[in-house]
């Protein structure tokens, strides 16, 4: 197991193995006067999880608050479990999400219609623990969390990778917790994608949501899938424009009557990203480009069947197998 990394005054990252692979979730731990654990992974990162806690010097026992970014199951889904272990955590999610963790049912269902059937066999995740609704805090955009004196969590509704995602700033460090609203930064930050997975992916709303996390001007962004930068408002910007040029392929698409092919294009797109990462994360690599890349390509063009009114044939829809 990896040892728990400080990456800013009183924040841990805790690498949670992310179904086997290195480097491709972390969650974040706050040691506070109050304590918090910044999503939980998926239900089989959950004994990492707690290792990593104890890791860092902190009894699972003295985590307050378990906040969840999301309710897709490699963030929030071995929350139901983790607080078997958190006596005095309550579980802090939109909500718009908090029926989904006391009745994990339909999020299952779901979470498993998004996935290929490969996918599916890696996560293993068909069995999530209920929560019982007193523990469940439910917040809206603006609400605020006191860890300590120095230490506010204010919570920040950003809709676009998902309608029930949440981004959290916290004071000590000026830092801002993305979730998957800013994309995923790995491979020690060299590549930047964004994953837009279906149902609910929403590309007009995911840039509105990223120039209002440029509007905070915070110092450190804390990324979901992997790791701390400080280079927060190019991170930001080149999220968008990894969008603005899926966009511009599918205008281009539409203009010349060409969307047989759209699918391809957005998928060589979207693997050529990720090329810098096939010699140091080659398992990584392979997992991004077999399973999320397609996943991202299905949920854009959802995005544009669904709100933009854009036909698409079964060829050159991306739906996967």
């Excluded at 239900?43 to 010097?57: H, K, P």
């Excluded at 029926?99 to 059937?117: E, G, M």
């Excluded at 990203?273 to 063009?301: N, Q, T």
Aim: include cysteine; charged fraction near 25%.
């Amino acid at each position: 197991m990896a040892r728990p990394v400080e990456v800013a005054e009183n924040v841990s990252m805790i690498d949670d193995q992310l179904y086997s692979i290195p480097q491709h979730g972390s969650v974040y731990l706050l040691n506070e006067k109050k304590k918090a654990l910044i999503d939980s992974g998926p239900v089989t990162s959950a004994r990492v999880v707690l290792d990593g806690i104890r890791e860092s010097g902190v009894r699972p026992e003295d985590i307050d608050y378990l906040i969840v970014t999301h309710i897709h199951l490699d963030h929030g889904g071995g929350a139901g479990l983790l607080i078997k272990n958190m006596p005095k955590a309550r579980v802090v999610v939109h909500h718009r999400g908090a029926k989904h963790l006391i009745d994990p049912t339909r999020l299952v269902s779901s979470a498993l219609a998004a996935l290929s059937r490969g996918e599916r066999d890696l996560s293993q995740e068909t069995e999530l623990v209920p929560i019982e609704a007193e523990r469940i805090k439910a917040v809206s955009d603006g609400d605020t969390i006191e860890l300590g004196e120095q230490q506010v969590l204010r919570i920040i509704e950003a809709p676009g990778h998902a309608p029930h995602e949440l981004c959290v700033y916290e004071s000590r460090n000026n830092g801002l917790f993305s979730g998957d609203a800013a994309g995923l930064s790995v491979a020690e930050n060299k590549v930047l994608v964004m994953v837009n997975a279906p149902p609910s992916f929403d590309a007009d709303l995911s840039i509105a949501t990223l120039k209002r996390l440029m509007a905070l001007k915070a110092s450190r962004i804390y990324f979901a899938h992997f790791g701390m930068s400080c280079e927060v408002q190019p991170k930001l910007q080149l999220a968008i424009d990894t969008l603005q040029a899926w966009d511009d392929i599918m205008t281009e698409a539409v203009r010349e009557d060409a969307l047989d092919g759209v699918a391809e294009r957005l998928l060589i797109q979207a693997v050529t990203a990720l090329a810098p990462m096939r010699k140091g994360w080659p398992v990584l690599y392979e997992y991004l480009a077999k399973y999320d890349m397609p996943m991202s390509v299905d949920g854009y063009l959802k995005y544009y069947r669904d709100k933009r009114g854009v036909e698409l044939n079964k060829r050159g829809n991306g739906e996967s197998n």
